[in-house]
C-alpha cells in the first residue's frame, strides 16, 4: 500500500522557518513529480510548489522567493519544502501529493503567528 506521510509542521512567528518533509512507503518518488500543497480554515486546497520528474520546479506566486522544493538526494523515498520568511497568511495544513495519482498524505499543520 502506498502511503505519504507529511512531518516537520509546528508554530512559528513571522519572519521564521520550517522544513517540511514527506515521506513514502510502497513507493520510490522518482518515477513521479511530486507537489506540496495546502489549505488554510474556509478556503480550497490550492498548490504551493511542485517539483517534476526532470527536477523541474514550479512555485505559487505568494511563495516565490521564500520556498524551496526539493528531493533528498540520499533517499528515494522523501521531499522536502524550506519554507523561509513564514508570514501569516502561510498558515494552513499542509499536503504532499504524487503527481498524476490519487496519493495523498495526510497533512501538516503550520501556523505563523505572533
Known amino acids: 500500500q502506498v502511503q505519504l506521510a507529511e512531518s516537520g509542521g509546528g508554530s512559528v512567528q513571522p519572519g521564521g522557518s520550517l522544513r517540511l518533509s514527506c515521506a513514502a512507503s510502497?513507493?520510490?518518488?522518482?518515477?513521479?513529480?511530486l507537489g506540496w500543497y495546502r489549505q488554510a480554515p474556509g478556503k480550497q486546497r490550492e498548490v504551493v510548489a511542485r517539483i517534476f520528474i526532470n527536477g523541474s520546479t514550479k512555485y505559487a506566486d505568494p511563495v516565490k522567493g521564500r520556498f524551496t522544493i526539493s528531493r533528498d538526494n540520499a533517499a528515494n523515498d522523501r521531499e522536502h519544502l524550506q519554507m523561509n520568511n513564514l508570514k501569516p497568511e502561510d498558515t494552513a495544513v499542509y499536503y504532499c501529493?504524487?503527481?498524476?495519482?490519487?496519493?495523498w498524505g495526510q497533512g501538516t499543520q503550520v501556523t505563523v503567528s505572533s
Open positions: 501529493h504524487l503527481l498524476g495519482t490519487l496519493v
Open positions: 510502497g513507493i520510490m518518488f522518482s518515477p513521479y513529480g
